[in-house]
């Protein structure tokens, strides 16, 4: 028909293109009907985006539903996806009116893309502090299996807990060849260098990967016996009490610290055992990692020999105690002072006897025995309970 001149443009709406599609019925808009899985907020409004602006399946949807989606989006909840709906407020901050609001809204429901998770209603919460506040409408974020059979989605379950189980991979393709535009690929080029047979596997070389990393697990300072799930979960059980207990190595993950105290785990050490161990390296520095110190200090002492004769002053940390010049005056002015303590404790007393006596806690455990009050005033309570604690389990030195 003829347009009329002058006359207002038509009100009437695009034909869908589809026509073969039918909105959702209001029977199956709710969370326990609905075919359409749940969603979080960025997939949800992917999803939308695609819905409106690509496949333009409903022939009302338009620019305007997508800026009412864009404000839900932004207030949805990340993990379940719901949101309240506010017809007010959504009104206001999209500078639209009520009526335009419900209209699209009611629009993403027949898409697919929203489901009821609770019906508002006028009756009064009786709130304190509020004269009346209604029920809200809550909405929860859905998308509708045309999206997911569009984009290829294996789609496990049924109905809102729906999930995507798998999507499709695309195939990898001659880049260089789609843009010169051959079809194909190039023939691989043969070199001048003679093939040879199959490599010979003998015996001694079976399960070679498996060897290997035996190898570079000795080779850190770990185990080498293969480790059950039991026992990586007590590993970490141990790990967690023990990293409170040392401060220099709170900075470290429990998974990476139980891997790094695994050696120190097979030698039937306790949580106490462990953390007495660590505290006796007496480190006044934060390592920047500490599960790589650990590992780097206990295989330097599975590799040194007992027997080697090194000097104090080029390994500090590792010296002998016996070696030390300034523990070896202590210990000769401490045989030189009489049975009532003639000569007075220092401080630098203390201060040595607590440094270097941690690798002789059998004689600090006999002290103990002899005269507890003695004891803990000159080596201090953490190196007697370590101490005391070696002795009372039987542990004795190889």
């Known amino acids: 028909m003829p347009r009329i001149p002058g006359a207002a443009p038509s009100r009437v709406s695009h034909p869908c293109p589809d026509p073969r599609w039918q909105p959702v019925p209001a029977s199956i808009q709710e969370v326990a009907a609905t075919a359409a899985r749940h969603a979080q907020p960025r997939a949800w409004l992917r999803a939308v985006v695609w819905l409106v602006e690509e496949a333009r399946i409903h022939p009302k949807a338009g620019e305007t539903t997508l800026r009412i989606a864009r404000e839900l989006a932004r207030r949805m909840d990340y993990i379940e996806g719901t949101v309240l709906y506010d017809l007010n407020g959504t009104a206001a901050r999209c500078a639209l009116s009520r009526a335009t609001v419900k209209r699209h809204v009611a629009y993403l429901r027949e898409l697919g893309c929203l489901a009821w998770a609770r019906h508002g209603s006028r009756r009064n919460l009786r709130l304190p502090g509020r004269a009346y506040a209604g029920t809200a409408t809550v909405y929860a974020a859905t998308i509708p299996y045309a999206y997911d059979r569009a984009h290829g989605h294996r789609v496990g379950g049924q109905g809102f807990r729906a999930r995507v189980v798998g999507v499709p991979v695309p195939p990898a393709g001659n880049t260089g060849a789609e843009r010169t535009g051959r079809r194909g690929r190039e023939p691989q080029s043969l070199d001048a260098r003679p093939r040879t047979g199959a490599v010979e596997v003998r015996e001694r070389l079976k399960d070679t990967p498996r060897r290997r990393a035996r190898a570079r697990t000795t080779r850190r300072g770990g185990s080498s016996a293969p480790r059950s ?13 023990v990293r409170p207990l040392v401060p220099w190595t709170q900075s470290e993950g429990l998974r990476r610290l139980a891997y790094a105290l695994r050696p ?135």
């Open 264 to 398: 120190l785990i097979d030698e039937g050490l306790s949580t106490h055992d462990v953390a007495a161990e660590l505290t006796s390296w007496w480190l006044t520095w934060r390592p920047a990692n500490p599960a790589a110190y650990i590992t780097a200090r206990l295989r330097d002492r599975a590799s040194a020999s007992p027997h080697d004769d090194l000097p104090a002053d080029a390994h500090p940390q590792a010296a002998d105690p016996t070696g030390n010049a300034a523990w070896q005056a202590w210990l000769q002015q401490r045989a030189e002072t009489t049975e009532f303590g003639e000569k007075q404790r220092t401080d630098d007393d203390r201060r040595y006897a607590r440094l270097y006596s941690w690798d002789r806690w059998e004689e600090v455990a006999a002290h103990y025995a002899t005269d507890p009050d003695d004891a803990l005033d000159l080596y201090g309570t953490r190196l007697c309970g370590y101490a005391v604690k070696r002795a009372s389990s039987g542990w004795r030195r190889p």
């Open 229 to 241: 799930p039991m026992q990586v979960a007590a590993d970490i059980r141990i790990a967690a009490r």
